[in-house]
Nanobody
Framework: QLQLVESGGGLVQPGRSLILSCEASGLLLDYAGIGWFRQAPGKEREGVSCIRSSDGGTYYSDSVKGRFTISRDNAKNTVYLQMHSLQPEDTAVYYC???????????????????WGKGTRVTVSS
C-alpha cells in the first residue's frame, strides 16, 4: 500500500511563498496522477493541482493558476507544490494523493485519489 507523507506547511505572511513536499513510499510512476488538494475549515476538499506521471502534464485550479507550480522528482518519488503570493484564502490543510487510473483534470476536479497523505497545515496570516 502506497504511503504519502506531506511536509513544508507552516505559518506565513500574505504575499510570501512556501514549498510543500509529498514523499511516496513507492514508485510514483506506477500511478497515473499525483495531486495536491486542500481543505479549509468548514469547506469541502478541493483539487489544487495535479500532475500526470507519463509526461509531466499539469493541471491547476483557477484559484491558484499563475501562483502555484507543481513538479515532481521521480528519482526521489517526491512531488512538490511551490506556492507564491499566498493569500489568507489559501489557508487550509494540504493533502497529496495518488491515483492509478485517471485523467489529471478528473482527479483534481473530483478530488479523487486511491491513496492519501495525512496532510500539512498552511496558515496565511499577518
Amino acid at each position: 500500500q502506497l504511503q504519502l507523507v506531506e511536509s513544508g506547511g507552516g505559518l506565513v505572511q500574505p504575499g510570501r511563498s512556501l514549498i510543500l513536499s509529498c514523499e511516496a513510499s513507492g514508485l510514483l510512476l506506477d500511478y497515473a496522477g499525483i495531486g495536491w488538494f486542500r481543505q479549509a475549515p468548514g469547506k469541502e476538499r478541493e483539487g489544487v493541482s495535479c500532475i500526470r506521471s507519463s509526461d509531466g502534464g499539469t493541471y491547476y485550479s483557477d484559484s491558484v493558476k499563475g501562483r502555484f507550480t507543481i513538479s515532481r522528482d521521480n528519482a526521489k518519488n517526491t512531488v512538490y507544490l511551490q506556492m507564491h503570493s499566498l493569500q489568507p484564502e489559501d489557508t487550509a490543510v494540504y493533502y497529496c494523493a495518488a491515483r492509478r487510473v485517471t485523467t489529471i483534470q478528473a482527479m483534481c476536479d473530483l478530488s479523487r485519489g486511491d491513496y492519501w497523505g495525512k496532510g500539512t497545515r498552511v496558515t496565511v496570516s499577518s
